[in-house]
């Protein structure tokens, strides 16, 4: 007989690879691969990384391959290396996702935050690292934002991140907590995880619909201390929940998601926005932050904390300082509901409508994977090598749609759905 938890980690397992990947016969299967904060899936995921490997083979898989990455050695690296090193990036771990990439194979990647490993190291350094890194991953960010193969983001725990949300638990069931609360917002304690998702991604698909039919010029977000009018472009399209990859197959590319998103027209976002929540980025937290924007891009930046982080990353590129995207998630959402801030990204961002500075992705226009870059900006979409999210989200915020003759309707209030589907 297997424990309890060990049930639930099978069936997380199938999420992954069976809603997630959607993991077809004759794949190959890479898991982990750079990502902005580790060089790899950390060495505390073996016996997730072991499972999926034995189910993936199950599912027909041809080779499945693991990159590792210890996130303590990006610490000692920063702590120890020559300053004038930190631009350097081993490629054989960029090659092995970009060769999985470019055959159309699976990629999974795990979040395992660590969010005060960093917190010592100067910002300019995480900065500087940062940029070079997205130039070198340039090749496989455009495969992956043009969906050019099934990839998925998901979450494991670790012992530092456990011990920073829950201070107050005792130590020895800290990560048993948080991995109690990633299969609950996962939907791996429903009685049929699999179909319970079928329906959640359903609905999700049926939201875009309504949206997309509507073809709003504009979104207009009021809460307080925002005040902010978004235009859309003409052929923006709606996704959430299931995508279709260019190889074909229909995958989920974040467990959990709860957003339904776009892009804004780059140039054409004006007015004042506050965040909601801290944002935890590579290392660094911005928090109360307002961006003030004019024709599109950010004028004027400020942040109670991580201030000289923003200013610097917005000095990326010319992308850097206006939208890419805009997400819709309602307060109710299972994540907001938890009322923890996980420092992750990948869950934060599914509790709370959010923006995005930077890259827009291909699929939020119709045939914008058939676009050159400059017909793709000449749309309004935006090119960049950063993709920062910002949560702005809450339950005062009323989102008002822009119809092309001027009248509006809502789509929430109250920081909920205002529509029926
Ligand atoms: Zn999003
Ligand atoms: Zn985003």
Redesign the pocket.
């Known amino acids: 007989m297997s424990s309890e938890f060990e049930q639930k980690l099978e069936k997380y397992a199938e999420v992954l690879l069976k809603v997630g990947l959607n993991l077809q016969p004759g794949q190959r299967l890479l898991i982990g691969g750079p990502t902005l904060d580790a060089d790899g899936v950390p060495l505390e995921s073996a016996p997730l990384v072991r499972l999926l490997a034995k189910k993936a083979y199950q599912m027909g898989a041809r080779l499945v391959d693991v990159v590792w990455g210890d996130k303590q050695l990006r610490l000692i690296r920063f702590q120890n290396a020559p300053k004038d090193s930190i631009e350097e990036y081993p490629k054989w771990r960029i090659d092995a996702r970009y060769d999985i990439s470019k055959a159309g194979d699976a990629n999974l990647n795990f979040t395992s935050p660590n969010p005060d490993l960093l917190s010592e190291v100067e910002p300019e350094l995480i900065s500087q690292f940062q940029t070079s890194y997205y130039k070198q991953m340039k090749h496989v960010y455009d495969l992956l934002t043009s969906n050019a193969f099934n990839w998925l983001v998901a979450s494991v725990p670790n012992d530092d991140w456990a011990d920073k949300l829950f201070p107050d638990v005792p130590q020895n069931s800290r990560k048993n907590k948080l991995w109690d609360i990633i299969f609950e917002i996962c939907r791996i304690n429903q009685e049929d995880p699999i179909a319970a998702w079928e329906k959640h991604n359903d609905n999700l698909v049926k939201r875009c619909n309504y949206l997309n039919q509507k073809q709003y010029t504009a979104l207009k977000l009021t809460a307080p201390g925002t005040d902010l009018m978004i235009g859309l472009p003409k052929d923006h399209y709606w996704e959430g929940g299931r995508g279709t990859a260019q190889n074909g197959i229909a995958f989920t590319a974040n467990i959990p998601t709860e957003?339904v998103?776009t892009m804004p027209h780059k140039d054409k976002v004006e007015g004042i926005v506050s965040t909601t929540k801290p944002v935890y980025y590579g290392g660094c937290t911005i928090e109360n932050c307002v961006l003030k924007f004019s024709k599109g891009q950010i004028v004027e930046a400020q942040a109670e904390r991580g201030e000289e982080f923003i200013l610097q990353t917005l000095e990326t590129d010319e992308g850097a300082r206006s939208l890419g995207?805009v997400?819709l998630v309602p307060h109710s959402s299972p994540i907001s509901q938890s009322g923890l801030l996980f420092y992750s990204m990948l869950i934060d961002?599914?509790a709370s409508n959010?923006i995005?500075l930077g890259q827009a992705y291909r699929d939020s226009l119709k045939n914008g994977k058939e676009l050159t870059d400059e017909e793709f900006m000449a749309a309004g979409g935006n090119n960049s090598l950063i993709h920062l999210?910002f949560m702005i989200g809450s339950g005062e915020m009323n989102v008002d749609g822009i119809l092309e003759d001027e009248t509006t309707e809502p789509i929430m209030r109250n920081g909920e759905w205002a529509f029926d589907v």
Request: a negative charge; charged letters at 45%; glycine letters at 0%.
């Open positions: 957003e998103f995207e997400a961002e599914n959010h995005a999210d």
